[in-house]
């Protein structure tokens, strides 16, 4: 099964950046999806940025679009969320998500998800 682990969040200033780190283990196919959601407390969950193993393509919500990047590794089963000029309100919960074959950003279930990770973001 396919487990993942997050790294990368913390605390930065409004402008400022952070990426964030999502390891796979037990991936054995090379084309599925990859994910990254954000919740704040009292908030339901928003999808951030996906992309898809098989052609490299990706999918921003319209609120992050041109700030934050979605990429992998493809050697090391990583996926990466580089957040750049960052907003308070990107303060949330982060999650990665991963699952097989080309998965919408909307779709209502993905496979497996990560722990989270915090991101806070001050004025």
């Known amino acids: 099964q396919v487990q993942l682990v997050e790294s990368g969040g913390g605390s930065v200033q409004a402008g400022g950046s952070l990426r964030l780190s999502c390891a796979a283990s037990g991936v054995t196919y090379s084309r599925y999806s990859w994910a990254w959601f954000r919740q704040a407390p009292g908030k339901q969950r928003e999808g951030v940025a996906r992309m898809f193993t098989g052609d490299g393509s990706t999918y921003y919500a319209a609120s992050v679009k041109g700030r934050f990047v979605i990429s992998q590794d493809d050697a090391k089963n990583t996926v990466y969320l580089q957040m750049n000029h960052q907003r308070p309100e990107d303060t949330a919960q982060y999650y990665c998500?991963?699952?097989?074959?080309?998965?919408?950003?909307?779709?209502?279930?993905?496979?497996?998800w990560g722990q989270g990770t915090q991101v806070t973001v001050s004025v």
């Open positions: 998500a991963h699952d097989p074959g080309y998965t919408l950003l909307t779709h209502t279930t993905w496979r497996y």
